[in-house]
């Protein structure tokens, strides 16, 4: 049962950040680019340092786009990024996703990535998204599914991480399987069955600079992020249980056939 309210399972730790600053519209927005045009006004829900905002902010260069966030911290990191690459049509604000400070019809596009599974009504954010969005605009949103994830190797250890990560995330009222349930939220939210397009793509780890990031970033998010303390102060795992999976990242990270895929649920829906 999905909480009214949610805790970001993730929290703003450096190797969370160091995550999210990687990616890119290219690289998580793909199925949306081709509904982009120069005019456009866009609002990105969720958007943490602002590197796919920023990204979207050059392809509508004509328009204008607005990140938002829930920390002010990530906010000016987000601010800052924009101003030293230069991007001039983005601004990020503080607000809340659940409730926006924005008439009906506003934009063109709403866009989340990796937001609805940390949410503890998804339908209600999805019904904000739409209420904003002009009749005959997108509506696009990426979430992950923890649960569809595979690798190799069987390094032990992994998949006991895999089974923590899904008791905290549904412990802190989010739902870590959210991109298989994408298009029935949105059902739910009130959009049209033919409106939605619903589509995966995948995120993929295996050369070696790709594992030494992939398993660096999960091994320090075992050992100093809010995610370790969540697992610890909820009694999902002690601090020597955090250890161990820590340390079979890296030992995964090592292996030299080391693969791991990441699936993602999209949807694409017309207001």
């Known amino acids: 049962m999905l909480q009214k309210s949610a805790i970001y399972t993730h929290g703003h730790h450096e190797s969370v950040l160091r995550s999210h600053s990687w990616r890119t519209a290219e690289n998580s927005a793909g199925y949306l ?3 982009l045009e120069p005019h456009m006004h866009v609002l990105d829900m969720g958007c943490g340092p602002g590197t796919i905002t920023a990204d979207l902010a050059a392809l509508v260069f004509k328009g204008h786009v607005i990140g938002i966030d829930s920390s002010s911290e990530v906010v000016e990191r987000a601010t800052s990024m924009a101003a030293e690459r230069g991007v ?4 990020f604000i503080v607000g809340d996703i659940h409730k926006l400070d924005y008439p009906d ?13 940390h949410v503890g009504d998804p339908v209600q954010v ?16 990426r979430s992950v599914d923890f649960a569809a994830m595979t690798w190799f190797p069987e390094v032990g250890g992994i998949t006991e991480w895999q089974n923590l990560y899904l008791r905290v995330a549904r412990a802190l009222g989010g739902e870590p399987t959210a991109g298989r349930q994408l298009h029935v939220w949105a059902r739910q939210a009130g959009f049209d069955r033919a409106s939605i397009r619903s589509t995966a ?4 780890y295996t050369t070696p600079d790709e594992r030494a990031w992939w398993s660096g970033l999960w091994a320090d998010r075992m050992l100093a992020s809010s995610f370790a303390t969540n697992a610890v102060e909820g009694k999902h795992a002690t601090e020597d249980d955090l250890r161990r999976i820590a340390q079979a990242w ?15 649920g999209e949807i694409l829906c017309r207001a």
């Open 88 to 91: 001039k049509n983005v601004e």
């Open 126 to 141: 999805l019904r904000e998204m739409h209420r904003v969005t002009k009749p005959g605009g997108v509506i696009a949103v």
């Open 201 to 204: 793509s995948t995120w993929c």
């Open 250 to 264: 890296r030992e995964w990270g090592a292996q030299e056939d080391g693969w791991f895929a990441v699936l993602h």
């Open 33 to 35: 680019l081709s509904f």
């Open 105 to 117: 019809a506003t934009f063109d596009v709403v866009h989340a990535h990796q937001v609805l599974q």
